[in-house]
């Protein structure tokens, strides 16, 4: 089946500190890659996506790299800040029809200043 | 910038009891979808809608659920007899095309006593 495993968290960083969420996948077909953002008292947000093997996606200084041969799709940031705190989650979607995003569990980030 | 509203953000109900979730999607978009999170699991696909019906839906969305769209406006999820294990954030989302962006909500936390 089709799944999403993301680190689990809370994750609490400093300010300025490197982030890196992991996030691995397991896909029938082939996927989209996904990675949503949820800050505090707010709906679930796209933050960036990877169509296909090898694109990286990136917005707000975030980045991640679909990489078909470890099947992974980690999430990073050079320096974080306290506005970064929120709960970041890993999906994918197959690309034929009209499947569902399938969710990773969520990492909470907490960025300290 | 438009956005997908859920109502209510909180809902507290008795075990057996029925309970409508609401959502009001983005004004052009045709298709709507119904996910849940248990606290410190993974977001699970419920179902999705098009046209006035149901297009898929998880194994999870058994004969207690349903989805309606009755006013053109609003899409709803009915759960018609709560089981304690329904307590979950439910989330709605809608997108404009078949494998366009999903759009959420703030998403409505169900809790069943």
């Known amino acids: 089946g089709n799944s999403v495993t993301q680190m689990e968290g809370p994750v609490t960083l400093s300010e300025e500190a490197f982030l890196t969420i992991n996030c691995t996948y397991t896909?029938?077909?082939?996927?989209?890659l996904f990675w949503y953002v949820q800050y505090p008292g707010e709906g679930l947000q796209l933050l960036l996506k990877?169509?296909?093997?090898?694109d990286k996606g990136s917005n707000k200084g975030f980045e991640a790299t679909y990489r078909k041969e470890t099947t992974s799709f980690h999430l990073e940031k050079g320096s974080v800040q306290v506005s970064d705190s929120a709960v970041y989650f890993c999906?994918?979607?197959?690309?034929?029809?009209?499947?569902?995003?399938?969710f990773g569990k969520g990492t909470r980030l907490s960025v300290i200043a | 910038e438009p956005e997908v509203t859920q109502t209510p953000s909180h809902q507290v109900t008795q075990m057996g009891q029925e309970v409508i979730l609401r959502c009001v999607p983005i004004?052009?978009?045709?298709?709507f979808y119904w996910y849940r999170q248990i606290l410190g699991q993974k977001v699970e696909f419920l179902v999705s809608f098009y046209n006035n019906e149901i297009s898929e839906k998880s194994e999870i969305f058994d004969d207690q659920f349903s989805v309606e769209r009755p006013d053109g406006s609003n899409f709803t999820l009915k759960i018609r007899s709560t089981k304690l294990e329904d307590s979950a954030m439910y989330f709605c989302?809608?997108?404009?095309?078949?494998?366009?962006?999903?759009?959420f909500g703030e998403g409505s936390r169900l809790t069943v006593l």
């Open positions: 989302a809608s997108s404009q095309t078949e494998t366009g962006e999903l759009f």
């Open positions: 896909a029938t077909g082939y996927p989209s």
């Open positions: 999906a994918l979607r197959l690309t034929s029809g009209n499947t569902p995003l399938v």
């Open positions: 990877a169509t296909k093997a090898d």
């Open positions: 004004s052009n978009h045709l298709y």
